[in-house]
């Protein structure tokens, strides 16, 4: 889809896990701006934890080989579209980042809910931990059940190329650019998860894709529109 403005910065998202859980739509309803309605599928809302390391950071206007360091970021998402709009995405409750410079940067540019978190994340070919100080916010252990690329839930909730939001008075949009998806479904089992709790996610095993890496472009966010008194 074309962009309005060219791409600023970029990096490379690496072991991203994808949870994913069906809920009511009035139980994140009131957590939506007025501009926005919930994207369904099979009739539901869905809640999304993203996590993943982003690796080789770096605007657009930075030399070649000078990026900014790894940082581990947790996304707590739904999906949405504003009234009138053919571009569906997703919009962010939370996002927990290990950098308080980038948490601060990605606050102030789009306004969006970044909070810094003293974590770190552990991953092998069977567990993902997320671990902090003082605990571990979350140990899932996983194995591989098989690859999906047309499989029509793994596209809803990951095939998304935009971040709706607000900005003061402002309905804004805010593009994100990469290859299509292919991802793998994993059979987990929670053993810890603080992480899930403070959330408030259902507590249930969720649906969990996983890949390996993907690079990623980042567009200046575009107005598209103004909140109503």
Known sequence: MKRKYPWFAEQTWRNIFFFHWPVESGIIKKFIPEPFQLDL????????????????????????????????????????????????????????????????????????????????????EQSLKIISPKSNLLNVHYKNKNTLTDNQL??????????????????????????KWTVQKLETDVKENELFVALNVPRVNPITYFCQSKHAKLFPFEQVGLMKN
């Open 154 to 179: 793994a596209q809803f909730l990951t095939e998304r190329y935009c971040i709706w939001n607000v900005k003061g008075k402002q309905i804004i949009k805010i593009p994100i650019s990469h290859s």
């Open 41 to 124: 599928f099979a009739g539901k809302a869905w809640l999304s934890v993203v996590v993943f390391s982003a690796t080789n950071s770096r605007f657009r206007q930075m030399p070649n080989g000078l990026t900014i360091p790894p940082v581990t970021q947790i996304n707590f998402r739904t999906y949405v579209y504003p009234r009138g709009s053919v571009e569906k995405g997703v919009f962010f409750l939370s996002i927990h980042l290990n950098h308080i410079i980038a948490a601060l940067g990605g606050k102030f540019l789009f306004n969006l809910p970044f909070q810094y978190v003293n974590v770190a994340l552990q991953q092998n």
